[in-house]
């Protein structure tokens, strides 16, 4: 009676047989899911923005001060680096295989178009933790500014 409802074989034998049907439904679109950037780009950034400045944080997990250079021009900030393999150990003795590897390695660049009414020139970055802070702040020009109201 019920025999029509099961139209797909679910190969029993298989223990991933819903995750391979998932799959082959909805392809891979690159992205660990709908609010990120496609997989492997590096390094995450938040960017945030206040009254005065723009506020960028870059998290460059086993970054140095050294590791990325910092540009902008044109409103366009570009992050670009080397992120080297951590294949050693403590006693500098090299790993000879992988059983999984999901850390990337090796030259990363990453471009964030930024709003007008920056002020690059007087840029700033920190890093502490293994999170660059870029703070830009905007030009005087643009800020909001307060009107007092005088009685009359």
Do not use: C
Not at 30 to 44: E, N, Q, T
Not at 60 to 78: F, H, R, Y
Not at 106 to 122: H, K, N, V
Not at 123 to 146: D, T
């Amino acid at each position: 009676m019920f025999g029509d409802l099961k139209r797909f074989d679910t190969h029993q034998y298989q223990p991933d047989w819903f995750q391979q049907l998932f799959d082959s439904l909805f392809p891979d679109t690159g992205a660990a899911d709908i609010r990120s950037v496609p997989r492997g780009s590096f390094p995450l950034i938040n960017v945030g923005r206040t009254d005065d400045a723009v506020h960028v944080y870059v998290f460059g997990a086993g970054l140095t001060a050294g590791d990325l250079e910092i540009s902008i021009q044109d409103n366009v900030l570009t992050l670009q680096g080397k992120r080297g393999t951590q294949d050693e150990d403590d006693a500098g003795e090299k790993a000879r295989s992988h059983y999984r590897r999901e850390r990337a390695s090796g030259e990363f660049s990453r471009t964030i178009a930024l709003p007008e009414g920056l002020d690059p020139d007087r840029a700033e970055a920190q890093f502490s933790n293994g999170v660059f802070r870029i703070h830009l702040p905007k030009r005087a020009e643009l800020k909001p500014r307060r009107v007092e109201i005088q009685a009359a």
